[in-house]
């Protein structure tokens, strides 16, 4: 009975602060299973062997491997093809490819590796295409065992409950079927996503600032003298002078010294700004660096979320100065040092020389060009990394080679080739993904172990007795979706898994079809853009709005739950 309520508190807290607070879910997590630690509730060697469970380090390894299949010439081929065509068929083919290479390696990278091309597509307008890229990327992830993190974790919850491990294409069945319909209903939805073409000027709201430095020839000029007026693709919003703020900027306007002028429009038109005489946009060191720009999306649980870039002095933490913010649609006000940034905040970086080596990016940002994605391996190195990578997936298919071992040697093997160096490791180590799940697994373990699971679905069962095992099945897989779109999708799976193992265990069926509900559930993120990684990647790239993501996600959310609630228990009998 102690450990029960001690747990319980523990998992109320847990619950509580997921919800209602921007703590990240890797701190919550480990808190939580040190303090049934410190409670007596768990061993330390129980507690920690959690954290070498085979299908988290498959996982780990995984996100490893996919920094080279990142760097293969796959992507880029793909989005070369897929301007040509209507945009029903470039939907098409970007769907069923993007599904295709989600379904073997990480869908965020393979989102990362398209959002440029897309954006540069000549033919159609990218909000047409980046969120069908981003749904079908979920999608996809659902088809096979390691397609999504989810699927691994759910895997390691059943082996650590007493299942059998799941099959590397036990999932595909549904997956397809999910997809299919999925595929289809993005196509008939198409219609109402914005057409946000590349000559709306509403739609390219970069927000930047350049400074007058003394001396300046701009200085005791107006605004159209300088030609400040008439800028290509630019148009200058605000003037900062101190304390004071000129929102209405008429031509008329005298340049003064130390006055920040801040501009509205396409990040591609700064070199413009670097002629004028005395007007600096990106200063000190960085101020040669203008043509080398970095673009960012701000994470989910970044620790600058609610903070100004000022605040948290961004320069000295990144060795980057931001030149530009965007933020969907929204017009910002103030200099850019006083925008508090959300998720989903699109940044302008010009990188200082130490900027790439710095351990903490993947963790504050979601990449959407630069960086990792700059580097591609040449056509035969490319074509000897996918071909190493599918014979260590085959391998572990037809059951010769376990995947963990396999994708050990060929890990070991791209590092000792150079095609993935150790500083690229150090910086990609899924560090945070390790602590959430491996604590998880623990708190799990307990759930189940110290009968709170049992407990809590007996209550359930009192409530969903009189609708049987497949009205218990539909309320755990809703239960998960809304946990998915509220927190994120391996805490959703998290929260959920003890509880549904649980519920079949009462009402003595196969508990399969119900973990199936929890893994296709968690991935079930479709109706906010900050549910799922994806999602915030494509928000700004896309100048989206919430509504956008409500229109085009609540339908397809509905159609893939009905769909996968179908299909589970035929291909799953309970």
Request: charged letters at 15%; hydrophobic letters at 50%; glycine letters at 10%.
């Amino acid at each position: 009975m102690y450990q029960q309520l001690v747990l319980t508190g523990i998992m109320l807290t847990l619950v509580g602060c997921l919800f209602g607070t921007r703590l990240k879910p890797a701190w919550l997590f480990v808190s939580g299973i040190g303090i049934a630690y410190l409670g007596g509730l768990i061993e330390l060697e129980d507690m920690l062997i959690n954290y070498a469970n085979p299908s988290l380090i498959t996982l780990v390894l995984l996100v490893l491997v996919s920094i080279a299949v990142e760097k293969t010439t796959l992507v880029q081929k793909l989005a070369q093809s897929l301007s040509k065509g209507s945009l029903t068929s470039s939907v098409t083919k970007l769907g069923l490819s993007t599904a295709f290479l989600s379904s073997f390696t990480n869908n965020t990278a393979v989102v990362a590796s398209l959002i440029t091309a897309i954006k540069d597509s000549p033919t159609h307008s990218p909000s047409k295409l980046l969120l069908p890229l981003s749904y079908t990327a979920i999608l996809g992830g659902t088809i096979t065992l390691i397609g999504t993190s989810t699927n691994l974790i759910v895997n390691g919850f059943a082996v650590d409950a007493g299942m059998a491990p799941l099959g590397f294409f036990d999932f595909t069945l549904v997956g397809l079927g999910a997809l299919s319909v999925g595929l289809i209903t993005i196509l008939v939805m198409l219609k109402y996503l914005p057409d946000n073409g590349k000559n709306d000027q509403e739609v390219v709201p970069f927000y930047l600032e350049g400074k007058i430095e003394e001396g300046s020839k701009l200085i005791g000029k107006s605004v159209e003298e300088n030609g400040l007026r008439e800028l290509k693709d630019l148009f200058l919003a605000e003037i900062i002078r101190g304390d004071k703020r000129i929102c209405a900027v008429t031509p008329q306007q005298v340049i003064k010294a130390g006055d920040v002028l801040l501009f509205v429009g396409d990040i591609k038109s700064v070199p413009l700004l670097t002629r004028f005489d005395g007007l600096k946009v990106v200063h000190d060191k960085h101020e040669k660096d203008v043509e080398h720009l970095v673009e960012v999306v701000v994470s989910q649980s970044s620790k600058f979320i609610g903070k100004t870039v000022k605040e948290v002095r961004f320069r000295e933490q990144f060795h980057a100065a931001v030149i530009a913010i965007r933020r969907g649609h929204d017009r910002l006000q103030g200099g850019l040092g006083k925008v508090k940034l959300q998720a989903g905040d699109s940044l302008i970086l010009a990188p200082g020389k130490d900027f790439y080596t710095l351990p903490n990016l993947k963790r504050e940002f979601v990449y959407i060009s630069g960086l990792d994605l700059q580097t591609h391996l040449a056509p035969k190195q490319s074509n000897l990394v996918l071909a190493s990578f599918a014979v260590v997936l085959g391998l572990s298919i037809v059951g010769y080679v376990p995947l963990v071992k396999g994708l050990l040697v060929l890990l070991i093997g791209l590092m000792l080739t150079g095609t993935i160096k150790l500083s690229e490791v150090k910086r990609r180590f899924p560090i945070e993904l390790l602590a959430v799940v491996g604590s998880a697994i623990g708190l799990a373990k307990l759930m189940i172990g110290t009968g709170l699971a049992g407990e809590i679905s007996s209550a359930l069962f009192y409530v969903l007795g009189d609708f049987g095992p497949y009205g218990a099945f539909i309320a755990i897989f809703v239960m998960t979706v809304l946990f998915t779109e509220l927190i994120t999708n391996n805490a959703a799976a998290a929260l959920s898994f003890p509880v549904a193992y649980a519920l079949a265990i009462g009402f003595n069926v196969d508990p399969l079809p119900f973990i199936m509900a929890v893994a296709f559930g968690a991935s079930a993120s479709f109706i906010s853009p900050f549910g799922y990684q994806t999602n915030l990647m494509v928000y700004s790239a896309g100048n989206y709005r919430l509504k956008d993501y409500v229109l085009m996600g609540l339908p397809l959310s509905i159609i893939y739950s009905i769909t996968v609630l179908t299909l589970i228990p035929l291909v799953f009998p309970f």
